[in-house]
């Protein structure tokens, strides 16, 4: 990776603590994730809504997936990042794969995020990286990350939301 799309994936990740910040202001779990085009343009933005909209599936990622497949074909997601706070859980690389986004970018990974949310039950995180379920696929989509320039405030959006 050049040193241009390293900074325009740090720019974007940042974006994405933003709007983990926000979720919990909201009073929701601190993820936040944004699709972006080719060019690196936002197309859309999400924060967790699981807690404010008893909605159980209500990840970021897979709540921006639902948006993403109801505004661009598939075609057209093929050619999209998703950049992600924290790396996408089981069920949120699940709805990436099937809205068929071709790269993933993430702040932290699940195994960083899993030693931050410990045995709270609103986490009970899956050891199951995303690069793996998407071995499992039969498509390439690309994976990005951690990025240790955000680390710090990645993992700062989550300090004492935890139990």
């Not at 936040?32 to 343009?41: F, K, N, T, W």
């Not at 598939?74 to 068929?100: D, R």
């Not at 995020?113 to 379920?133: F, I, K, S, W, Y």
Request: negative net charge.
């Amino acid at each position: 990776m050049d040193e241009r799309e390293r900074e325009i994936h740090i720019r974007l990740l940042k974006r994405c603590v933003e709007l983990s910040i926000a979720a919990r202001e909201s009073g929701n779990t601190p993820f936040g994730a944004l699709l972006a085009g080719p060019g690196g343009e936002i197309l859309l933005e999400q924060g967790n809504i699981e807690i404010t909209q008893s909605n159980c599936t209500g990840h970021a990622e897979t709540t921006l997936m639902e948006a993403a497949s109801a505004k661009y074909s598939k075609k057209e997601l093929w050619a999209c990042t998703l950049y992600t706070s924290a790396e996408p859980c089981a069920m949120c690389a699940g709805s990436i794969y099937w809205g068929n986004v071709g790269r993933v970018v993430y702040g932290i990974s699940e195994k960083r995020l899993a030693e931050l949310t410990g045995e709270d039950e609103q986490n009970p995180t899956l050891d199951l990286p995303c690069r793996e379920v998407f071995a499992r696929g039969n498509k390439p989509i690309t994976v990005v990350g951690p990025f240790p320039e955000v680390e710090e405030e990645a993992v700062a959006a989550h300090e004492g939301y935890w139990q």
